[in-house]
């Protein structure tokens, strides 16, 4: 495989499992030296066993434990990994998760833990990442002076009875995505977002555990097949690599077709 991210450094939040996992695995491939980044003491064997697959496949990569939601754990994340490794070229804003309930029971405390980690997470990520390419510039290895990719949703499109708060979370992320890369586009500072349809991870593993519930699932997707990590992280070796320079401020959809309106499908 050609390593379009030789030399590169990429923290990756939210690495420890599913998508997060994938794409670290993938920009590994594509020669980055790799941050697998996790939240709670508790994931570290899960994180270790990230790096080993990273180390084993050839590549370089470290764990690295800090809760995306608060400030001074990311300042630190990033201050680390500058005096590790000399610079961040790449940041995957991954982490997220869900407090699902349906609206008029969802708690406070579900709606505001599912925005500080999927959308304050993203902002305190994007705002160390992008001071950090702001100081280094553009220096050789890209012609960005770095990449952001967020890990949004089909649903910063698609509403979602009872996940208000997720749903919300992703719209957020849509337009903090396209404003800052607005923002940062005249210092060759790439922003995008990846929006995954089903991807089977722990996440979502209800919907696809049983036949029943994945013959429900791909009723939703035009495909038909529900979409592994590996789909997620080479969507996200292209987003960080030069292939898409002229990409800036997109969300690149990679769901099957969810987004098609697919009950449709039979001629409305
Ligand atoms: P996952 O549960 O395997 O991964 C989420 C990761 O986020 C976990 O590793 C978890 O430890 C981490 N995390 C949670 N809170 C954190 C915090 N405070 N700080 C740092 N890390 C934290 O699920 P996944 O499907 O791999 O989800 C990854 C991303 O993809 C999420 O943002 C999710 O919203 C998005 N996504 C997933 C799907 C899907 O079908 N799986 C679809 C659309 C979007």
């Known amino acids: 495989m050609e390593q379009k991210l030789k030399g590169q450094i990429a923290i990756i939040t939210g690495a420890s499992s599913g998508i997060g996992a994938g794409c670290a695995i993938e920009l590994a491939k594509a020669g980055a030296t790799v941050v697998v980044n996790y939240p ?15 180390i084993a496949n050839g590549g370089t ?11 001074d754990e990311v300042t630190g994340m990033f201050a680390d990994t500058v ?10 804003n991954n982490a997220g998760l869900q407090k699902d309930a349906p609206f008029t029971e969802m708690t406070l405390d579900q709606w505001n833990y599912v925005l500080a980690v999927n959308l304050t997470g993203q902002f305190l990520c ?12 553009v220096n050789g290895k890209s012609k960005s002076a770095g990449k952001i990719i967020c890990m949004s949703s089909v649903h910063e499109v698609i509403p979602w009875a009872g996940h208000a708060n997720y749903a ?13 890369a607005q923002e940062f586009a005249p210092k060759m500072i790439r922003i995008n977002s990846i929006a995954p349809g089903a991807i089977a991870t722990p996440i979502n593993h209800d919907a ?3 036949q029943a519930h994945l013959q429900e699932l791909l009723k939703l997707i035009p495909q038909k097949r529900v979409g592994q990590v590996g789909d997620i992280g080479k969507a996200a070796v292209w987003l960080a690599s030069d292939d898409s320079d002229y990409v800036n401020g ?18 409305g």
């Open 208 to 210: 696809w555990d049983t």
């Open 126 to 137: 994007a705002r160390e990442a992008i001071k950090e390419f702001l100081r280094r510039g």
């Open 40 to 54: 709670i003491p508790q994931g570290k064997e899960m994180a270790e066993r990230v790096v080993e697959e990273i």
């Open 83 to 92: 005096k590790e490794f000399g610079t961040v070229d790449i940041l995957v």
């Open 250 to 267: 997109t969300t690149l959809f990679v769901d099957g077709g969810m987004t098609l309106y697919p009950g449709f499908e039979d001629n």
């Open 168 to 180: 919300a979370s992703k719209g957020g992320v849509m337009l903090m995505m396209k404003t800052i």
């Open 61 to 71: 990569a470290i764990s690295y434990k800090c809760d995306v939601s608060k400030e």
